[in-house]
């Protein structure tokens, strides 16, 4: 299949889809995988779809930069041009097209940018040379990453066009990141206290702080449901849900309660139907402890599924992660597809 036909499919089956608003949908029974193509080399990486289909992310060029791109069922993968023309990535965008993520500036300091096809580029952290990056945005223009503070350490932060950088503070972090932000202002992250105590928190303007049960928090829905990873024992992580009632739930790994070293799940993304996406390692071979990364689906019903078994068998891919899904069921993420790592597209077949 040509990508011209893959883009006209995918532009398809999005008319056809409508959002969920439960929180007790399902998983579909197969999906249809697009290809998303290369700024020229031979790595991709998408990091996450709004409910249009714009997809972000970075892409290898054939002169070997890593450069942020936005792709789109009608126009295929395009570089996000900013004010350098070194590295760059996008993190996320939102329903509006607005696109945040990080560039290289000229001394060669990570900054965190903001970026749409009206307004073009712009520096966040334009009163500062330190360090920033930007790794999500709402539907209300409000911004979420981390910056390098006064006193040198990494800082949780919320940004907007009237306020400017703020940071997020509970007063006894000596490190946080702050990963989400959904449209009521509630932000997700983790902190790093000063007894070295790693926390997930959920924050918003009005309650502050309030710790979690896990080790990160990667995402938060309309619902106030966080999704992210925790640590167990044997050095392992395990992605887990939280409904924002104090209960807290380990989603476990594909492979089932695996008591192996290093044998990991981490939940990246929830829509508001509830629908979990991330990675999990899988058992190849449990005598010699072989697993491999495989990118997962969970809902409430069929629990934690492979996204390599909902896919046609035919397609020579390895889905590795994914890391968003739109509230249209639509996922990205990155796979391996012969010899090189390609990001892709599920969409959901109705």
Request: with cysteine; proline share 1%.
């Amino acid at each position: 299949m040509t990508q011209k036909t893959q883009l006209t499919q995918v532009s398809s089956e999005l008319q056809n889809l409508t959002v969920t608003k439960s929180n007790t949908a399902t998983a579909a029974s197969s999906y249809v995988l697009t290809d998303l193509g290369t700024l020229g080399g031979h790595l991709c990486v998408a990091k996450d779809i709004n409910d249009s289909a714009q997809i972000v992310g970075y892409s290898i060029t054939s002169s070997g930069q890593r450069r942020a791109f936005i792709w789109t069922p009608t126009k295929g993968m395009e570089d996000i041009y900013t004010l350098s023309n070194t590295s760059t990535c996008a993190y996320s965008i939102n329903d509006y097209g607005q696109v945040v993520g990080y560039f290289v500036s000229d001394s060669g300091q990570r900054k965190a940018f903001i970026w749409d096809q009206t307004k073009g580029f712009q520096d966040i952290n334009a009163e500062s040379d330190n360090f920033s990056e930007a790794y999500g945005i709402n539907n209300f223009g409000q911004v979420v990453g981390c910056a390098i503070s006064s006193d040198g350490n990494r800082k949780a932060f919320v940004w907007d066009s009237k306020h400017g950088m703020e940071y997020i503070n509970n007063g006894s972090e000596i490190e946080s990141i702050a990963y989400s932000i959904n449209n009521s202002g509630e932000v997700v992250g983790y902190s790093l206290s000063s007894d070295l105590m790693v926390k997930a928190f959920v924050w918003n303007s009005n309650k502050g702080v309030q710790e979690l049960p896990g080790f990160l928090g990667s995402d938060i829905n309309m619902s106030g449901q966080v999704v992210g990873f925790y640590a167990v024992p044997e050095d392992n992580n395990r992605a887990f849900l939280w409904n924002g009632s104090n209960k807290f739930q380990d989603l476990g790994t594909i492979s089932g309660n695996v008591d192996l070293q290093f044998f990991d799940s981490e939940a990246n993304s929830i829509n508001n139907s509830g629908l979990i996406v991330g990675y999990s390692d899988r058992i190849i071979d449990l005598e010699k402890e072989l697993w491999g990364r495989k990118a997962f689906i969970w809902d409430s019903v069929n629990k934690m599924q492979d996204l390599n078994d909902l896919i046609d068998t035919n397609d020579p891919w390895i889905l590795r992660e994914a890391r968003a899904i739109n509230n249209h069921g639509q996922i990205v993420g990155w796979g391996n597809k012969a010899q090189s790592r390609h990001a892709f597209l599920l969409t959901p077949i109705s």
